[in-house]
Nanobody, 119 residues
Framework: QVQLVESGGGLVQAGGSLRLSCVPS????????MGWYRQAPGKQRDLVAT???????DYAEYVEGRFRISRDNRKNTMYLEMNSLKPEDTGLYYC?????????????WGQGTQVTVSS
């Protein structure tokens, strides 16, 4: 069984930066796709960014140019560098890892790390 543990969240002023990490434990497949999602209070969970095992990145429009996703394939660890943070970036940030062709069979979520951006 795979477990994902996020860290790096916290309280930051608008315009500031944070770096989130997602560390898996257990036997995780090397070809998994990984991504960050976030959920603000009372709202649905939204995609922030994804990255393939080959390093192809994809971003939601509202973070493009401010956030950068990366991964260390040797450790299967994933990161999210967040810059120019805005109050609307506040939320619980989740890490996800899934098989690109069998997402229903192989799909794991972390517990989330809180990011709060004050104005």
């Amino acid at each position: 069984q795979v477990q994902l543990v996020e860290s790096g969240g916290g309280l930051v002023q608008a315009g500031g930066s944070l770096r989130l990490s997602c560390v898996p434990s257990g036997n995780i497949l090397s070809n998994v796709k990984m991504g960050w999602y976030r959920q603000a209070p009372g709202k649905q969970r939204d995609l922030v960014a994804t990255i393939t095992s080959g390093g192809t990145e994809d971003y939601a429009e509202y973070v493009e140019g401010r956030f950068r996703i990366s991964r260390d394939n040797r450790k299967n660890t994933m990161y999210l560098e967040m810059n120019s943070l805005k109050p609307e970036d506040t939320g619980l940030y989740y890490c996800r890892a899934w098989h690109p062709y069998r997402p229903r069979e192989y799909n794991f979520w972390g517990q989330g790390t809180q990011v709060t951006v004050s104005s």
